[in-house]
């Protein structure tokens, strides 16, 4: 039996990742641990929270008091560290909440693991525990029009948001070369799917197209992305976990780059389909807002490493995943709603302060 633990379980891709992970390995314990923030939503959840292999634990990772017992007590043999603060907007007004959760909250992760595994540099890296830490293609920086981010690429973050992952990075790596931690990490590009919370660029404009408000497109929209379906990314976390090699790094993209502007587009004629608007409706929405400040141009991945050593590949196109994202925010107005209005946090902080 494998004790594994989850962090940030509750968010949008840790959510799919804990689903995957319970309904595909019964003789798991999955540990979802969580602080429930405002991007935090058991709601996501519903479907698995009563499954045997399940347990939710509502904590802070920048608590190291805590994290330590929790170690202690569970004796994980395997994390999978995806809680972060993650938008990019929010980083740049309140930068010092990025260096908590990131910085702060990973450090004390990796500490707790290196004493519960024992791990320092005179003793050999385990092999049957694994620290896998979730990252994302912005520490690498930004793109001019060619070009891919590889493993190797030097790191050259740009918004207060990557920096913080990229220090996050550095301290995985730090502790798998001074104390032999056994760490992998994965660098994906911008995710979309289901239960994302609508503060990002998909899930917001579905929501602000649906109800008749502007769609906030930043400077001239000709901004880049790499995009991959949320349970894609889930899919390749799971094969490198189980198949990926000790203190190596993979990338996770779909050779997916759109212009902010062409997506935008895209989407607008999916709904207009969906909501049996005349085509060309939703594009009357778009509304073009200043820049964001430090604004990269371009993201692009390559993800041959992991399609060639692990053989994961994409399971939908782009617009195969487009369509089920709108289909799924459509038929579960009852979740956006809850989002939007923030009854979700009220619930489940109450039913969880009591504990
Ligand atoms: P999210 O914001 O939807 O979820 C983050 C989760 O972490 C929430 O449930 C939140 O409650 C929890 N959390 C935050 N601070 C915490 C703390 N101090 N202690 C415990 N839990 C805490 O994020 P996401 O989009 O699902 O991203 C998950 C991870 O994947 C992040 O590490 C992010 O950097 C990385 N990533 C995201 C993308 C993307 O496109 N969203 C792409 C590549 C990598
Ligand atoms: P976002 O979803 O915030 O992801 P990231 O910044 O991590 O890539 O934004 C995706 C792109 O969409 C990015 O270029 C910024 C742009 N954008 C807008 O133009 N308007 C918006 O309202 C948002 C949220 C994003």
């Known amino acids: 039996m494998k004790k594994i633990l989850i962090t940030g379980g509750a968010g949008f891709i840790g959510s799919h990742v804990v689903r995957l992970f319970v309904n595909t390995y019964a003789d798991y314990e999955v540990y979802n641990l969580d602080k429930l923030t405002y991007a935090g939503n058991l709601e996501n959840l519903k479907d698995v929270e009563n499954k045997p292999n399940y347990k939710f634990v509502l904590g802070d990772i920048t608590d190291a008091e805590f994290i330590n017992n929790l170690f202690e007590e569970h004796k994980f043999s395997a994390v999978v560290h995806l809680a972060a603060e993650s938008h990019v907007d929010r980083s740049i007004s309140n930068p010092l909440d990025f260096v908590f959760a990131n ?25 049957d525990r694994i620290f896998y830490h979730v990252s994302t293609d912005e520490v690498y920086g930004s793109l001019g029009e060619t070009g891919f981010f590889l493993e190797t690429t030097p790191y050259d973050p740009q ?10 990075d550095h301290f995985v790596r730090a502790y798998n070369n001074t104390y032999n931690l056994p760490v992998v990490i994965s660098n ?10 609508p503060e990002k660029l998909i899930p917001l404009f579905i929501h602000n197209i649906k109800t008749n408000k502007a769609l906030p ?10 995009w991959l379906w949320v349970a894609d990314h889930a899919r390749a976390i799971d094969v490198i976990l189980h198949k990926g090699e000790l203190g190596e790094t993979y990338n996770i993209g779909g ?3 759109w212009q902010n502007i062409e997506l935008i ?27 964001r400040p ?20 994409p399971s939908v196109t782009f617009e195969e995943g487009l369509e089920k994202t709108v289909d799924w925010y459509l038929e579960n107005e009852e ?13 489940y902080t109450a039913q969880y302060a009591t504990r």
């Open 217 to 226: 497109v930043y400077g001239d929209g000709k901004y880049t992305r790499d």
């Open 265 to 291: 587009k895209l989407l607008c004629k999916i709904m207009d389909k969906k909501l049996g608007r005349a085509e060309g409706e939703s594009e009357k929405l778009i509304t073009y807002v200043k820049d």
């Open 103 to 127: 910085v702060i909250g990973t450090v004390n992760l990796l500490n707790a693991a290196k004493k519960a595994w024992g791990c320092n540099k005179d003793k050999p890296v385990p092999t």
């Open 255 to 257: 050779f997916n780059e």
């Open 294 to 313: 430090g604004h990269d141009k371009r993201y692009a991945i390559d993800a041959s490493k992991l399609n060639q050593k692990l053989g994961w590949k």
């Open 335 to 347: 979740w956006l709603r809850n989002v939007t209005s923030g009854e979700y946090q009220k619930y």
């Open 188 to 197: 994906c590009s911008n995710n979309y799917g289901a239960n994302q919370f």
């Open 159 to 168: 918004s207060p948001y990557s920096a913080s992952k990229a220090s996050s």
